[in-house]
């Protein structure tokens, strides 16, 4: 069976079937819009690799994925990291398939294929599954995920032994029982993004802990492990995402706070008041139709 390099040739049955993986329902894409897709990618590749950024920009819409409506910082933050890696063509395979909420507008679509990266080294064949979501009746892109090789491009030998412990909050009662001392965070050396976090619970009561839990950021974490006598502390490690989903969306800070203890004698000690307040987190929109585009 042939494909093209830029000129898509979807390996997709005409009628509109389904089937079943890993527990999702994968459905093809409708014949009557292949044609306006196969064009809008050729031409998403094409502009990046003749250097066209306004026409790319254009093309990535207003949402990305796993991540929402872009900002106009975002964005401006993705196109440069595309710059250093363009996407210059896309092949299909013969494993090519969708899948996507129904009905058609509302959902991402995943494009299986190989794609050409255009490095440093020279262009590279890789293969990827790239998002494509319908908005107002035009296609529109979600890139592949940068951060990774833009990160190893960019960060310095500073960076990479910097202490990033001001990106940690502390947000525990004041009347806590157990206080988070001694945080320090450093860049995980494999994925660059995240943040290992080392701290102490200090127990500065005048009982003996025997449980105890804490939360960073929403998750919740507690032990009955051991015990942490007055004045004593107990070390504590967590991996902490650094960014707000991508690089481009920004650094984020997390909380770290303890939520409750319980002693030897029974007691415990609650905060009295929500230290940990619910913050909304903006999640990718259900229909590409009901937000404002960034400008």
Known sequence: MRTSTVGITFFLIVTFLSMRANGQIYHQIPESQRPSLEARLKLFTQAQDEGRWDIVASMLGRYRKN?????????????????????ISFRTNDRQFTKANIPLSQGWWSLEGEVVLRTKSGDQARPIAMDAYLDKGQWYFSPLDYDTYWLRNHLTDADLSADYSDEIEIASAPSSSLEIV????????????????????????SKTVKAFGWRHDYEQYGTGCCE??????????????????FVCGGVKKDKLLVD???FVDGSRWEPTTNTHASEKKMKPPSSPNTATEAR
């Open 182 to 205: 001694d945080v320090h965070a450093s860049l995980n050396k494999e994925t660059l993004k995240d943040l290992d976090v080392t701290f102490k619970l200090r127990n500065r009561s």
């Open 67 to 87: 991540s929402g409506r872009y900002t106009h910082t975002h964005k401006e933050c993705l196109i440069s990291q595309m710059q250093s890696l363009p996407m």
């Open 260 to 262: 409750s203890v319980l």
């Open 228 to 245: 942490i006598e007055p004045g004593s502390s107990l070390d504590q490690k967590i991996s902490s995402h650094r960014y707000d989903h």
